[in-house]
């Protein structure tokens, strides 16, 4: 993948964010060595290597599954929107 001004045009907009033209060429090189690096991992010889699932010894803890409907919880969380309505956070439309 060539890591180009398009590929940066496209992130950004994709990220809803802006780069300054002098931080441009610094996130190319950047984000050349994080796709070179991605790309030395599928060299790597794991054929030998068992897979693992879980790094918790004796599997994962398991807990009852409650939903619980509180107004107190909910108006908690809304205060710190900046919009909601009808106990729903409002966002800005993202999608043209």
């Known amino acids: 993948m060539i890591v180009d001004d398009k590929l940066i045009a496209k992130l950004e907009k994709l990220s809803s964010l802006k780069v300054r033209e002098e931080n441009k060429e610094k996130i190319k090189s950047d984000i050349s060595q994080m796709l070179e690096f991605v ?10 290597v068992e897979a693992i699932s879980s790094t918790i010894g004796g599997g994962t803890p398991f807990r009852e599954d409650i939903a619980v409907s509180s107004k107190e919880i909910s108006d908690d969380i809304l205060k710190n929107a900046p919009k909601s309505e009808d106990n729903y956070f409002v966002v800005p439309k993202i999608i043209e």
């Open 39 to 48: 790309n030395n991992l599928n060299e790597v010889d794991v054929s030998n």
